[in-house]
């Protein structure tokens, strides 16, 4: 979230205006990034709760609740964390007069608890859900952030519009790639816990659709997300030259996202054991903190 208001949204502002400055209070963004750890929390709590047999057979090394921490102790965190981050969604809704705010932590926080519950144990919207909650983030970072700058650039009689819609660009291109990449990355989990959830009776994508089911499904996310960046980087790229990014934007891409993507993707394609899964799972990690990188360094080659 602060890679998307100082990276993104501050630097465009300041293309615009060299004199421009953030207009939300550091301590009310903090809340609002308070809201999205404290979800991220309770979601991450309340997988371990209901998954405390998966993960014994999966992953018996890092199993938390139930071991070292007591269930009910586990239960009481997650509903603290939810309240909490609802209760603080709601402040911000009245701070800023918008309802959306009160209402996305509660959506979220819904999904999350019945991801856990039921559809985690089905094929593929399992999947869906955890890249729109992740998703999400990105575009929740944008509303504290580019309205309340789009009005003040038009009370100075310069073109807030050009602002705004460059910075949602931005935002909604962020919030895709992290999409897309938690997509491609909980279907590799899938086929990485194969063993477990087939032994407890989910229906993941692997389990119903077969192993190499999942691998051609995957190729396709693979293929759409470099098309789109792509077609992202040929649309743009009028907008790309006139910026003059220097070339470490350039080596940032194809060293942070190019590679591990590219390493992913090969990694899964030739798998055969768990431990290659893993490895693919890594590279797209890799992926993604290139480019939340990208976004943190923009300021200083933009």
Partial sequence: MYAMRWGIIYTMANS?????????CEWVFLLATLVMV?????????????????????????VVVGKTVKRR??????????????????????????????LLPIFMGAMLWFYSVQFKKQAWIGNFIVALMVGIVPLWAGLFE?????????????????FSSISWSWIFAYSIFAFW????????????DLKGDKKVGFK?????????GVKRYLH????????????????????????????????M???????PSVFAWYKMGSAVHKAHYTAASRGLKITMAGGICIAVLMPFWW
């Fill in 16 to 24: 615009l205006d060299e004199t421009a400055s953030l207009v939300c």
């Fill in 146 to 162: 580019i309205a309340s700058l789009k009005a003040v650039f038009d009370l100075q009689g310069k073109n807030g519009e050009l």
């Fill in 73 to 102: 102790v586990a239960m009481a965190a997650h509903h603290f964390c939810n309240a909490l981050a609802t209760v603080l969604g709601i402040f911000l809704a009245y701070s800023f007069k918008s309802w959306l705010m009160a």
């Fill in 181 to 192: 990449l938690t997509l491609i990355r909980e279907s590799l989990k899938d086929l990485e």
């Fill in 204 to 212: 993941t994508l692997p389990i119903v659709w077969g192993i190499l």
């Fill in 38 to 62: 404290l979800l991220a929390a309770a979601g991450n709590i309340i997988n371990d709760y209901f998954d405390l047999r998966v993960d014994r057979i999966n992953k018996p090394e890092r």
């Fill in 220 to 251: 396709g996310l693979f293929l759409v997300f470099y098309a789109a960046l792509g077609l992202g980087l040929y649309y743009y790229r009028a907008f790309l030259e006139e910026a003059e990014l220097s070339l470490a934007f350039w080596i």
């Fill in 253 to 259: 891409l194809v060293l942070g996202i190019l590679f």
